[in-house]
Every structure is written in C-alpha cells, then in structure tokens.
C-alpha cells in the first residue's frame, strides 16, 4: 500500500524555466515531509522539508508547498538548471519511519 | 564530518548465493536504516535499529534476510539464499534521534546487488 505516491516518473523543462514537482499522500496524521534528490550511482540527499504548521517553505532556488485539506505537496525549482537533472523523491516521516514516493525523474534541457 | 560509508558498492552473485552489505553510519547517530530500492521504485524500509535495538523489521523477508547492528555502531545486511527479485540497491541511512525534528535522513551511496 502506498502512502506517498508520485504520479509522474518524469519531468523535462527548459533551462530557466520552473519545475513543479508533485506528490501525493494518504495519512492524514503524517506531518512532515522531505523531498530527497539522488543522482546516478549516489544516494539521495536531503533537498528541503516542510512541516504541518507551515503550507510553504524557501530555500534559494527551491520551494515546497503543502495543501493538507488536498493532502498534496510539490516542489518548485525556480529557475531550473542543468545540474538539477535527478531523481526526486518526496518522503513523509510521521516521527517513526520515512515513506517514500516512487520518484519523479527531472531533466532540465540546455 | 564523514558521511555514512558503505561497502561492497557492487555485488554480481548467483541465485541461492549469500551476500552481505556492511554500513557504517555518521558518528553519533543513534538510528541507523536498511533500504531497498528497487529499480524504478522509491526507498523501502527493511529494518531500522535504535542504537542496537531493532525498532522496525516488519518488512524484513526474515526467512532470508537477517541484519545486526554490533555495539551500536555500524550494521551488516545480508541475504541467504539470495534470489531474483532481490536484484536491487540497498540503502543504508542514519539519523541523530528517530523521530528528530528536521527528521533528515543521511544516505550512504547504496550499494548493488546482481542476482543472476
């Protein structure tokens, strides 16, 4: 049973133009929530996360919007870049375990 | 600060070989992870230790997987009598606390494993 879904597998954008990443989740007692970005041959890296209080959080280049009524979060990349191109995986942690999305592969064009 | 080290990061094996994954996690981390990612799929938990206590291994095939955790520091996974579907990379992670506020987990860079 998946409780963080990512409907898109994939995502292209231009160069300087924005990414919007989607995610999706079922629990409504889950309260915070990461996205995680992993290149080829690495591990996933922390990105940015967003606690229930808030419904937006900022970091540089990078924002995450929370709609708790819709259940549904995504991740703005603004403006997008070459070295963005990766997989993202969004991730609810309720305070016991992390549950983590089937990923949203980005590649942003030259 | 070292980042979590893992080792082998490839592993080609036969199916009904064993195989095991060593972890050693960031320095004073308390909560050490077992992942598997399969192709195409996002992290699933195996196993997730407190110190040298099991929290979780409710997602363990146990009759296959075994996983410890020695002294409370780093981690061994392995697998015997592998199979097929266990082609996949395997993730280990660490955090400070279970449950910490910026609930930030750090990844190693996984290791591969092959089952032909």
């Known amino acids: 049973d998946q409780q963080v879904k990512q409907n898109s597998p994939s995502l292209s954008v231009q160069e300087g133009r924005i990414s919007i990443l989607n995610c999706d989740y079922t629990?409504?007692?889950?309260?915070?929530f990461l996205w995680y970005k992993k290149y080829p041959a690495e591990g996933p890296t922390f990105l940015i996360s967003?606690?229930?209080?808030?419904d937006k959080n900022e970091d540089g280049r990078f924002t995450v919007f929370l709609n708790k009524s819709a259940k549904h979060l995504s991740l703005h990349i603004v403006p997008s870049q070459p070295g963005d191109s990766a997989v993202y995986f969004c991730a609810a942690n309720p305070g016991n375990q992390f549950y983590f999305g089937t990923g949203t592969s980005l590649t942003v064009i030259p | 600060e070292a980042g979590v080290a893992q080792s082998p990061r490839y592993k080609i094996i036969e199916k009904r070989q064993s195989v095991a994954f060593w972890c050693n996690p960031i320095?004073?981390?308390?909560?050490l992870y077992w992942y598997q990612q399969i192709l195409g799929q996002g992290p699933k938990l195996l196993i997730q230790?407190?110190?040298?206590?099991?929290?979780?291994d409710s997602q363990l095939p146990k009759d296959r997987f075994s996983a410890e955790r020695l002294k409370g520091v780093d981690s061994t996974l392995k697998i015997q009598p592998a199979k097929l579907e266990d082609s996949a990379v395997y993730l280990c992670?660490?955090?400070?606390?279970?449950?910490?506020?910026?609930?930030?987990?750090?990844f190693g860079e996984g290791s591969r494993l092959t089952v032909l």
């Open positions: 230790f407190q110190n040298n206590g099991v929290v979780d």
């Open positions: 629990n409504s007692m889950f309260d915070y």
């Open positions: 320095s004073g981390h308390a909560t």
């Open positions: 992670a660490s955090s400070l606390v279970s449950g910490s506020p910026t609930g930030e987990l750090f």
């Open positions: 967003i606690s229930s209080i808030k």
